[in-house]
């Protein structure tokens, strides 16, 4: 068993689709998954209660038929920071009560699981302690999607560093077009490339902007997970 969280340089990075991605890649080459969404914020009401997009495709894309709050314990209305949406709802929430929160799903027991953040690296869940503490507590190797666009080698180099400085190894990334009119692209790429070779961490996979792309249809979300594979 393998398990690994997965952070973005930030939000909007394309984190859930690289987690949807990935899972389904377990599965296609032949292994099980489980993917784990601690906190999620901005959900939709159903007749099923609170629920959150990003979270519904890691149920989709797991092995086995677990419940939906196995796989996003704790489910936010507001599509905000989450610090902020738990203290509208009341919730008080800390580190060590995440991780009660998410008992059921860090038991589980898959070949593959990822375990997928919310916004970037440091995102708070309360006035003093992060989803970096998280992880950290858990004392999981970090998967790094980053969002091509500008800003993105900065952003990059910036979460590596802050990655390492809790101890954790950065198990490998994955470079996600989300701007396809970004000016030097493939030079900010290139230059990504060789400063993670440089370090010894590995490239998972490029993926490329794809337009219409629906990563709730397996046939759609097989054009990214064919672009990527899992670190070794």
Known sequence: ?????????????????????????????????????????????????????????????????LTYEVHNPITLK????????????????????????????????????????????????????????????????VILVIGLKLGCINHACLTVEAIRQRGLVVAGWVANSVDPDMEAQQENLRYLTQWFHQRGIKHLGTVPHIRGIDPFDENSLKQVSDLLHWPD
């Open 1 to 65: 068993m393998k398990r690994y969280f997965l952070t973005g340089t930030d939000t909007d990075a394309g984190k859930t689709l690289i987690s949807a991605a990935l899972l389904q890649r377990a599965v296609l080459d032949g292994h099980t998954s489980f993917g784990l969404k601690p906190i999620a914020s901005g959900s939709d009401r159903t007749d099923s209660g609170l629920r959150n997009r990003d979270a519904l495709l890691h149920q989709k894309y797991s092995s086995g038929n």
């Open 78 to 141: 507001p599509a905000i920071a989450p610090h902020i949406a738990a203290k509208e709802a009341g919730l008080s929430l800390t580190c060590s009560s995440l991780i009660e929160a998410c008992e059921n799903g860090l038991t589980q027991t898959a070949d593959l699981q990822l375990i997928e953040g919310a916004g970037g690296w440091l995102v708070p869940l309360n006035d003093t302690e992060t989803l970096a503490d998280f992880a950290a507590a858990q004392n999981l190797p």
